[in-house]
């Protein structure tokens, strides 16, 4: 280490420690007179048992009462009491980020599920920064190849673009993650599995994911049994990660599945610190953190973060508060159609309800019209479809009507993929144009 480094070291490291106690527990929230601490550091509370002896609960800063410091714990309230001994450590959360971690399975505070030590030789980081100043975005202008036929023809998606998938539950959302993470052409994947089922998260690994999908990927795993708090950390925590290796150059692909339980997260913290519930019980943090973690993903001066995240729509509304403020977020949406999936359509990707804001711009003029011309053959037979189906249209009738019911099943079975089929983004455009010049037979 060099003289100035080590000068450095010295003079951050803290020559005195803050601390406070415990006065009340009251819900998810824990109550200290002190330490001196700003919103979102870490504090360690000292507790003592006779099972386990002593231990550090890690707690973070959420909020003050008058001088009373509110807390709420990364883990289980279960083992503190009051006069417990409350340190503070005058940083946020922090995790180590490094190309050593690709393959691994981590927490919501960075390490690994399954019990081993992290490697040597990793970076610290802080799991929340601020977004890339927007003028030094670069413009999206590269595609992005998802190995999706519906996705890369239909709805092509840029090197930095952010697109939400909307579904409600049970119609495929994971397993078209496992299928963009094992086709895409990303240097690197991060998937955050943000309130999961237990049982969920090695499936989605060992089924969806896969062994050679997983070589290229970092996974961030907050199971729903976790604290509020850990959920909304993994989400950061991941986003972090993915800032990283963005910073070094890489075109990063960030999976979060889903942003719905983020949300869902800070509303029971929302809701334990007081605030008062707004639109159907989320509260006003709930809506000023979401852009704060949507924002952070996209292109800089370096890398991109192309971003994926899920959404879960209850009832399949469509325009329920979380779902319409992501999608006013983000730069494109793919919704997920129950009706589709019930026809065994899979991916059950309904074209005329998703948009890829970008596709215009970063696709040749000849897909773009391809696909435009097969959207709204699609939409005409949709529209007629009640009077088809009952034999009330006569053949003859209508010329776009009579076309698009030539071509429906040609786009239903271009739409259609096989679970473990990869395409080429070459090859789904050639499919398209080729489908879009055959006309009426």
Known sequence: MKAAEL??????????????RVTRVVG????SQGPDSSIGDVCKIHVNTVKHGHQEILAEVVGFKDEIVVLMPYTSLREISIGCLVEGTGVPLEVKVGTELIGKVLDSMGYPIDGSSLPKGLTTVQTEEDPPNPLTRPPIDEILEVGVKAIDGML???????????AGSGVGKSTLLGMIARNTVADLNVIALIGERGREVREFIERDLGEEGLKRSIVVAATSDQPA???IKGAFTATAIAEYFRNRGLNVMLMMDSVTRVAMAQREIGLAT???????????????????????????????????????????DMNEPIADTVRGILDGHIVLDRTLANKGQYPAINILKSVSRLMNHIATPEHVKAAEYLRELYFTYEKSEDLINIGAYKKG??????EAIYYEPLITSYLKQGYMDKVSMEDSVAELVKLSTGGVK
């Open 229 to 231: 708090l850990m959920r």
């Open 397 to 402: 009738t209508s010329k776009e009507i009579d």
């Open 274 to 316: 007081g605030e008062p519930p707004a639109q159907k019980g989320y509260t006003p943090s709930v809506f000023g953190i979401l852009p704060k973690l949507l924002e952070r993903t996209g292109t800089n001066e370096k890398g991109s973060i192309t971003a994926f995240y899920t959404v879960l729509v209850d009832g399949d």
């Open 28 to 31: 998810l929230m824990i109550e």
């Open 7 to 20: 000068l450095e070291h010295i003079s951050s490291v803290q020559t005195f420690k803050k601390f406070g």
């Open 156 to 166: 092509t998606v840029g090197k930095g673009q952010r697109v939400g998938i909307f």
